[in-house]
């Protein structure tokens, strides 16, 4: 009979599993080629390529590596964008058809030879390639362990024909360049193992008792002894290269060490499968300090037992990240992206970021109050701890630190030994959350000590010396400094010379003494009535500051230079508008009803994509020496002109605020990564990127690409958005407040909340037949719109309707204004 053709998978696709955890699942490795996905456990992180590529590391305490480039690599946070190469660290697995001599290679890298069938699957705690070829069925998988340092993987495979197979598999897992001072690797017996050691490269005598409890080892376990091994990268490669390696063409590897060589680990299993026979191989990969510890994490996980465990023990650790609600709006209308993305990915990213801290020990304070806020709406005790560390580290004048030490030994680095002038204003902002879902009045009472002091003060009353802290640091115009950044870290020459100042910093801190006050009359916490009549008077002497210096017409600019000047104004060729200040105009009170029909006009008009806002526009093509770094970054790429999507997500919950919640929703949807737009951006729908490129009327072709960069503020804020916006399930003093802002377009939503550790399923819908919210809590109908004396334990049916009313405002007509981008 002749042979069938294969029905056409879908390139990407939702797959329902067990428990409900969805998988991702992507079937060529050449249409998305940097798709990836990433696993985390509190010490470590790795990104993994579809084409099995590798980006990872470990902390000790400080991030390293264990699996190299070719060359010695500065230390550095994960970057965007991050370009794979012929030699890019990678776990790869040679396999020969020893009766054909015919080789490839799996997952797809390095001999990129066309697979009879692929899909690379994206679990939540797990990765996974299936692929046919040359009549057989293989499957590998990665996942990592809860809490040590080691990557689990398991490699099987099936004889799917009638007739006997003989064949070798090659793990080949990258270990590289380890050190310019010592290096090697050989095969251990006794381990079964290939072990590299290496001296990480030092200058100074007191560098050597630092380092020498570094895991210098990188090891390669398996649970099958090896019929042959290789450990040296370029006797392995020979003249036929990572494409076609010379080694590969003898019957048996060498068994060849590598001695002050580059390292690798390769093993070699000869396998003869009968008709519908399977095999299956575990290898462990990771650092480790010495031998002893290499023993130990074999006993402890290899083995069918082992394996089993592990995997549980990591599936629930990362089970941990659901979040306070589930969502139900496809209804028929095809949004199940919509709803697996919020209620899994979004989660988990979230949970990564708040547990981990970006896996720093000095992450910045501004990302580490934000993405704690996010832990808010899922371990909220996590969001205490964290604010309570944080003020712990603020100076005794008020001033917040650039980063929180996270650990004895931590030290600010990078970005953080700058001076930055906001970090002040976030505690008050994302405060708001935690009280909101968890009522925890307490905190705000808790004596704090200082950096610089062992007076201890409550946590209010450090929460108010940030605040007159920002309110001292004004100008003679009553603008914020800007020092060497504010939020935007590489705008760091508007004011290094100590008179530039912020029209952004200027309105988030009218926008943090709002917010302060409000929450004292929300929460009845304790200030004097002469504060809260100051911090009241100073935000609108600040608003009306911005207004009378900083308003050009359509929009506000962004600052004012060391010398004077105004910038990101209409009179600018490049960086005429820049969204922040726009966004929190709205937020601060400090724009009016028709500065911000103007606003949102100029804003669609000059900054609205398919894939969102972008930061600014246009993109800066040269540096301006008045404004910095941010100029000198390639157009439409990060700060300059990107869809920076923390930025983004600031005006869409400005717009919330406003009441603009067609336009707000639509704007979150096109931030979202999506099936639909997945060859645009090139990523899959798992995590929201930190940017999708800009520029996008100076270069459109590459407009919308994703960064592939999972380290971003944006993710508590978007799913602040969610819970206490669209949903309008949002926490207050007296219980829970609905006040859903549904857009025209989605007319019924259901799902779960949970809060304050009560259980509400919930169904939202527009109907014409109220004009005003109308709420039913099990069939009673609720006066008003807050639900109160909701006991923890309970389940509630709670029934929501919303008028069905367009949002009738001016700006949005001006915003639809026959703009279309998509």
Same mark, same amino acid.
Request: hydrophobic share 35%; proline share 4%; glycine share 6%.
């Given at each position: 009979?002749?042979?069938?053709?294969?029905?056409?998978?879908?390139?990407?696709?939702?797959?329902?599993?067990?428990?409900?955890?969805?998988?991702?699942?992507?079937?060529?490795?050449?249409?998305?080629?940097?798709?990836?996905?990433?696993?985390?456990?509190?010490?470590?992180?790795?990104?993994?390529?579809?084409?099995?590529?590798?980006?990872?590391?470990?902390?000790?305490?400080?991030?390293?590596?264990?699996?190299?480039?070719?060359?010695?690599?500065?230390?550095?946070?994960?970057?965007?964008?991050?370009?794979?190469?012929?030699?890019?660290?990678?776990?790869?697995?040679?396999?020969?058809?020893?009766?054909?001599?015919?080789?490839?290679?799996?997952?797809?890298?390095?001999?990129?030879?066309?697979?009879?069938?692929?899909?690379?699957?994206?679990?939540?705690?797990?990765?996974?390639?299936?692929?046919?070829?040359?009549?057989?069925?293989?499957?590998?998988?990665?996942?990592?362990?809860?809490?040590?340092?080691?990557?689990?993987?398991?490699?099987?495979?099936?004889?799917?024909?009638?007739?006997?197979?003989?064949?070798?598999?090659?793990?080949?897992?990258?270990?590289?360049?380890?050190?310019?001072?010592?290096? *090697? &690797?050989?095969?251990? %017996?006794? #381990?079964?193992?290939?072990? !590299?050691?290496?001296? @990480? +490269?030092?200058?100074?005598?007191?560098?050597?008792?630092?380092?020498?409890?570094?895991?210098?080892?990188?090891?390669?376990?398996?649970?099958?002894?090896?019929?042959?091994?290789?450990?040296?990268?370029?006797?392995?490669?020979?003249?036929?290269?990572?494409?076609?390696? *010379? &080694?590969?063409?003898? %019957?048996? #590897?060498?068994?060849?060490? !590598?001695?002050?060589? @580059? +390292?690798?680990?390769?093993?070699?299993?000869?396998?003869?499968?009968?008709?519908?026979?399977?095999?299956?191989?575990?290898?462990?990969?990771?650092?480790?300090?010495?031998?002893?510890?290499?023993?130990?994490?074999?006993?402890?996980?290899?083995?069918?037992?082992?394996? *089993?465990?592990?995997?549980?023990?990591?599936?629930?650790?990362?089970?941990?990240?659901?979040?306070?609600?589930?969502?139900?709006?496809?209804?028929?209308?095809?949004?199940?992206?919509?709803?697996?993305?919020?209620?899994?990915?979004?989660?988990?990213?979230?949970?990564?970021?708040?547990?981990?801290?970006?896996?720093?020990?000095?992450?910045?304070?501004?990302?580490?109050?934000?993405?704690?806020?996010?832990?808010?709406?899922?371990?909220?005790?996590?969001?205490?701890?964290?604010?309570?560390?944080?003020?712990?580290?603020?100076?005794?004048?008020?001033?917040?630190?650039?980063?929180?030490?996270?650990?004895?030994?931590?030290?600010?680095?990078?970005?953080?030994?700058?001076?930055?002038?906001?970090?002040?204003?976030?505690?008050?902002?994302?405060?708001?959350?935690?009280?909101?879902?968890?009522?925890?009045?307490?905190?705000?009472?808790?004596?704090?000590?200082?950096?610089?002091?062992?007076?201890?003060?409550?946590?209010?009353?450090?929460?108010?010396?940030?605040?007159?802290?920002?309110?001292?640091?004004?100008?003679?115009?009553?603008?914020?400094?800007?020092?060497?950044?504010?939020?935007?870290?590489?705008?760091?020459?508007?004011?290094?010379?100590?008179?530039?100042?912020?029209?952004?910093?200027?309105?988030?801190?009218?926008?943090?003494?709002?917010?302060?006050?409000?929450?004292?009359?929300?929460?009845?916490?304790?200030?004097?009535?002469?504060?809260?009549?100051?911090?009241?008077?100073?935000?609108?002497?600040?608003?009306?500051?911005?207004?009378?210096?900083?308003?050009?017409?359509?929009?506000?600019?962004?600052?004012?230079?060391?010398?004077?000047?105004?910038?990101?104004?209409?009179?600018?060729?490049?960086?005429?508008?820049?969204?922040?200040?726009?966004?929190?105009?709205?937020?601060?009170?400090?724009?009016?009803?028709?500065?911000?029909?103007?606003?949102?006009?100029?804003?669609?008009?000059?900054?609205?994509?398919?894939?969102?806002?972008?930061?600014?526009?246009?993109?800066?093509?040269?540096?301006?020496?008045?404004?910095?770094?941010?100029?000198?970054?390639?157009?439409?790429?990060?700060?300059?002109?990107?869809?920076?999507?923390?930025?983004?997500?600031?005006?869409?919950?400005?717009?919330?605020?406003?009441?603009?919640?067609?336009?707000?929703?639509?704007?979150?949807?096109?931030?979202?990564?999506?099936?639909?737009?997945?060859?645009?951006?090139?990523?899959?729908?798992?995590?929201?990127?930190?940017?999708?490129?800009?520029?996008?009327?100076?270069?459109?072709?590459?407009?919308?690409?994703?960064?592939?960069?999972?380290?971003?503020?944006?993710?508590?804020?978007?799913?602040?958005?969610?819970?206490?916006?669209?949903?309008?399930?949002?926490?207050?003093?007296?219980?829970?407040?609905?006040?859903?802002?549904?857009?025209?377009?989605?007319?019924?939503?259901?799902?779960?909340?949970?809060?304050?550790?009560?259980?509400?399923?919930?169904?939202?819908?527009?109907?014409?037949?109220?004009?005003?919210?109308?709420?039913?809590?099990?069939?009673?109908?609720?006066?008003?719109?807050?639900?109160?004396?909701?006991?923890?334990?309970?389940?509630?049916?709670?029934?929501?309707?919303?008028?069905?009313?367009?949002?009738?405002?001016?700006?949005?007509?001006?915003?639809?204004?026959?703009?279309?981008?998509?």
């Amino acid at each position: 009979m002749p042979k069938l053709p294969r029905p056409k998978l879908p390139l990407i696709s939702i797959d329902n599993a067990v428990a409900g955890d969805n998988k991702i699942k992507l079937t060529s490795p050449t249409k998305l080629p940097n798709a990836s996905g990433f696993l985390w456990n509190s010490s470590m992180v790795m990104q993994v390529n579809c084409r099995g590529y590798v980006n990872s590391q470990f902390m000790q305490p400080e991030p390293a590596k264990y699996s190299y480039a070719p060359n010695m690599e500065a230390k550095s946070f994960i970057q965007p964008e991050h370009s794979y190469f012929t030699h890019h660290p990678g776990r790869f697995f040679y396999l020969k058809d020893e009766d054909s001599g015919e080789i490839i290679s799996l997952p797809y890298e390095p001999m990129r030879v066309e697979l009879d069938k692929f899909s690379f699957e994206l679990g939540h705690s797990d990765i996974t390639w299936s692929i046919e070829h040359f009549g057989l069925q293989i499957s590998i998988k990665v996942n990592l362990t809860k809490d040590d340092l080691v990557e689990c993987w398991f490699f099987s495979v099936l004889n799917l024909t009638e007739k006997t197979k003989n064949i070798s598999i090659y793990p080949y897992f990258t270990i590289g360049y380890m050190s310019w001072m010592n290096q *090697s &690797a050989s095969y251990n %017996e006794t #381990l079964n193992a290939i072990v !590299a050691d290496s001296v @990480t +490269p030092y200058q100074k005598v007191t560098d050597y008792f630092k380092n020498k409890h570094f895991k210098d080892k990188t090891f390669f376990l398996s649970d099958t002894r090896p019929t042959a091994w290789h450990a040296n990268q370029k006797v392995f490669e020979g003249e036929g290269g990572l494409h076609q390696p *010379s &080694a590969l063409q003898a %019957e048996l #590897l060498e068994n060849v060490e !590598a001695r002050y060589e @580059t +390292p690798v680990a390769v093993m070699q299993f000869k396998q003869q499968l009968l008709a519908s026979e399977g095999k299956s191989y575990q290898f462990l990969f990771g650092p480790a300090k010495d031998e002893a510890e290499i023993a130990i994490i074999k006993e402890k996980y290899l083995g069918h037992q082992q394996r *089993s465990q592990t995997e549980k023990s990591y599936r629930d650790y990362i089970a941990q990240s659901k979040a306070c609600l589930t969502i139900n709006s496809d209804n028929g209308t095809g949004n199940k992206g919509f709803d697996d993305f919020f209620n899994h990915w979004l989660p988990r990213q979230m949970f990564y970021h708040g547990d981990v801290n970006r896996l720093s020990t000095d992450p910045q304070t501004r990302n580490y109050i934000q993405d704690n806020m996010g832990m808010a709406f899922i371990h909220a005790q996590q969001t205490r701890k964290a604010y309570i560390l944080a003020v712990s580290q603020q100076a005794i004048s008020g001033a917040m630190p650039e980063g929180v030490l996270l650990h004895q030994d931590a030290q600010l680095k990078y970005i953080n030994q700058v001076p930055h002038a906001d970090h002040g204003v976030w505690l008050p902002i994302c405060l708001s959350v935690y009280l909101n879902e968890s009522a925890d009045v307490s905190l705000l009472s808790e004596m704090i000590a200082f950096a610089d002091s062992t007076e201890e003060q409550s946590f209010a009353s450090h929460i108010e010396l940030a605040l007159d802290y920002l309110i001292n640091a004004t100008d003679h115009r009553g603008l914020s400094f800007i020092e060497q950044g504010d939020w935007c870290d590489p705008m760091n020459m508007v004011g290094y010379q100590g008179k530039g100042v912020s029209a952004w910093l200027s309105l988030a801190t009218a926008y943090a003494l709002t917010t302060w006050c409000d929450l004292c009359v929300e929460y009845d916490i304790s200030i004097s009535q002469q504060k809260y009549d100051e911090y009241r008077f100073a935000a609108q002497a600040i608003n009306s500051a911005v207004n009378k210096h900083l308003w050009h017409g359509q929009w506000f600019a962004r600052g004012i230079t060391d010398d004077g000047r105004v910038f990101g104004t209409n009179e600018d060729k490049e960086g005429k508008i820049f969204l922040n200040p726009q966004s929190w105009a709205m937020l601060s009170g400090a724009a009016n009803q028709d500065q911000q029909v103007d606003m949102i006009a100029a804003i669609t008009k000059q900054l609205t994509t398919p894939q969102g806002v972008m930061m600014l526009a246009p993109s800066y093509t040269a540096m301006v020496e008045d404004i910095g770094r941010i100029t000198q970054k390639h157009p439409g790429v990060s700060e300059n002109g990107s869809v920076y999507n923390h930025a983004a997500i600031f005006y869409i919950y400005a717009l919330y605020q406003a009441g603009q919640n067609n336009l707000a929703f639509d704007l979150l949807s096109k931030m979202l990564p999506s099936l639909e737009n997945a060859q645009r951006t090139g990523q899959l729908p798992i995590y929201v990127p930190n940017y999708y490129r800009g520029a996008y009327h100076q270069l459109p072709k590459q407009a919308g690409r994703s960064s592939h960069l999972f380290n971003t503020g944006t993710t508590s804020w978007l799913y602040r958005c969610l819970v206490e916006e669209l949903c309008g399930l949002k926490g207050c003093a007296r219980g829970l407040q609905i006040m859903p802002k549904l857009p025209t377009t989605l007319k019924h939503l259901s799902g779960q909340r949970l809060f304050r550790r009560a259980i509400l399923n919930f169904t939202i819908e527009q109907s014409s037949e109220v004009t005003a919210v109308t709420i039913l809590l099990n069939e009673q109908k609720i006066t008003g719109n807050i639900l109160t004396n909701l006991q923890a334990g309970q389940h509630y049916q709670l029934q929501v309707k919303v008028a069905m009313t367009a949002e009738g405002t001016r700006a949005a007509s001006h915003a639809n204004g026959g703009q279309s981008h998509d």
